[in-house]
């Protein structure tokens, strides 16, 4: 009975070794961004709940589950994630423009705009957060800061994809071609 007994007991310290994976916070948020990379979310919400079951005070893992959010256009979800991140890194400016980018996709603009402004108060020469703003404002009509937010982007990075939607809405503002030969440009890589 002993011998039955050590033997049983060998089997399952084998047995827990071999398959209780246990990873750390890090380990599963690597995992969570592979998943993300190949579009397998499911994979990546997983990884990504395990990350918050060992480290809830850590923003980083609830703004990837913003993005995953974001991938699947699931723009609720992904503000409320966003929401998670900036409740524990309320300067994070990657939580901030996505989460102002969700509510573009809501079509909540003034929400965005502020999302945009908070972003821009941390780094103000963010090309492509002037070029989400002046989209934001085109989109409500306040033709005069879309078109002011659009230049402030496109100066600072005037050959950058980032930049398409600010030389979009510059150049419906001012019916200007070339703007929108640019953005079209910039849109396909040439």
């Not at 709940?49 to 699947?72: F, H, T």
């Not at 309320?90 to 945009?116: Q, V, W």
């Not at 150049?171 to 640019?182: E, I, M, Q, R, S």
Request: charged letters at 25%; glycine letters at 2%; proline letters at 3%.
């Amino acid at each position: 009975m002993k011998k039955f007994l050590a033997l049983f007991l060998e089997l399952i310290l084998i047995n827990s070794v071999c398959f209780a994976a246990t990873y750390s916070y890090d380990q599963y948020i690597h995992k969570a961004r592979l998943c993300f990379d190949k579009n397998e979310f499911s994979c990546a919400h997983a990884n990504l709940k395990r990350a918050i079951d060992l480290a809830p005070s850590k923003y980083k893992s609830y703004a990837l589950n913003g993005m995953v959010y974001m991938k699947e256009q699931k723009y609720y979800d992904a503000i409320w994630a966003f929401d998670k991140a900036l409740e524990l890194e309320p300067k994070d400016i990657l939580s901030l423009t996505n989460r102002g980018t969700a509510k573009c996709y809501n079509e909540d603009y003034k929400e965005a705009i502020e999302d945009f402004e908070k972003a821009l108060s941390v780094n103000p020469n963010m090309a492509n957060i002037w070029a989400l703003k002046s989209y934001a404002n085109f989109s409500i009509k306040n033709k005069k800061e879309a078109l002011s937010d659009a230049e402030k982007a496109i100066k600072l990075q005037p050959n950058n994809i980032a930049t398409v939607p600010a030389y979009i809405v510059r150049g419906t503002l001012t019916k200007n071609k070339a703007d929108l030969a640019t953005a079209e440009k910039l849109r396909k890589g040439n």
